[in-house]
């Protein structure tokens, strides 16, 4: 997943958390992961393509990371939207699907620099 936003898996230290639902017959789905990576910069991410500061995001990114922020019940250690919306913190989009411009489905990859931590989250509703 770290190859997906051009970090590369190489600065993977430890999966600290994890959850991978079954999927349904009409494919839902949550997949999540807490991963402690080794080094990565603001200004790393700032240059690099793809990558989205969580305070100014674009409408539709904005509503996918909304729209997944509903699983604390399943996935308690996954930080809290509040947690997330701060300009230390990016990420990158790897797929959003939407019902017309309503996001139904997104891949999102967050990235905290200050904490080496990356946190994935997949889910289809």
């Given at each position: 997943m770290l190859n997906w936003c051009g970090l590369g898996d190489d600065r993977i230290e430890k999966v600290t958390?994890?959850?991978k639902s079954g999927r349904s017959f009409t494919g839902d789905y949550l997949d999540a992961y807490g991963i402690d990576i080794s080094k990565v910069t603001h200004d790393e991410l700032k240059n690099k393509k793809g990558f989205y500061?969580?305070?100014s995001l674009p409408k539709v990114l904005n509503d996918?990371?909304?729209m997944t922020n509903g699983w604390q019940y399943q996935i308690p250690w996954f930080p809290k939207l509040e947690d997330l919306?701060?300009?230390d913190v990016y990420v990158y989009p790897?797929?959003?699907y939407c019902n017309g411009i309503d996001p139904i489905g997104?891949?999102?990859i967050f990235v905290i620099p200050n904490e080496n931590?990356?946190?994935y989250i997949g889910?289809?509703?």
């Open positions: 958390n994890s959850y500061r969580l305070d996918a990371v909304e919306q701060k300009e790897w797929s959003i997104a891949e999102l931590k990356v946190y889910t289809k509703m």
